[in-house]
């Protein structure tokens, strides 16, 4: 079992930066892929960026690619997810996510097994 406690978010202005935190606690953090996944009212919860159990690959969405950055401290049981050149519509809940089935990360969201209370983040135009 992995609790995943998240923590950050809130409200920015567009092109505001906001950052992420998820803390994991139960069994070993670097034996899980992490990811970050979002769900926006009405629509279906959306990948967004995952990591794998190193650190030393990362994965994005198209629509975060180059304004994303997904990073984890392994001896700190922790994930983040800095996000800056914030949109409108990057507005939503937040979750991340901890995958024991996969080493690299991956955007399916069947592969997680364990989830985040969610955050809400919302940006204004």
């Known amino acids: 079992q992995v609790q995943l406690v998240q923590s950050g978010g809130g409200l920015v202005q567009a092109g505001g930066s906001l950052r992420l935190s998820c803390a994991a606690s139960?069994?070993?953090?670097?034996?899980?892929?992490m990811g970050w996944f979002r769900q926006a009212p009405g629509k279906e919860r959306q990948f967004v960026a995952a990591?794998?159990?190193?650190?030393?690959?990362?994965y994005f969405a198209d629509s975060v690619k180059g304004r994303f950055t997904i990073s984890r401290e392994n001896a700190k049981n922790a994930v983040y997810l800095q996000m800056n050149t914030l949109k409108p519509e990057d507005t939503a809940v937040y979750y991340c996510a901890a995958s024991h089935k996969v080493v690299r990360g991956t955007d399916l969201l069947t592969a997680y097994d364990y989830w985040g209370q969610g955050t809400q983040v919302t940006v204004s135009s």
């Open positions: 139960g069994r070993t953090f670097s034996y899980y892929a």
């Open positions: 990591i794998s159990r190193s650190g030393g690959s990362t």
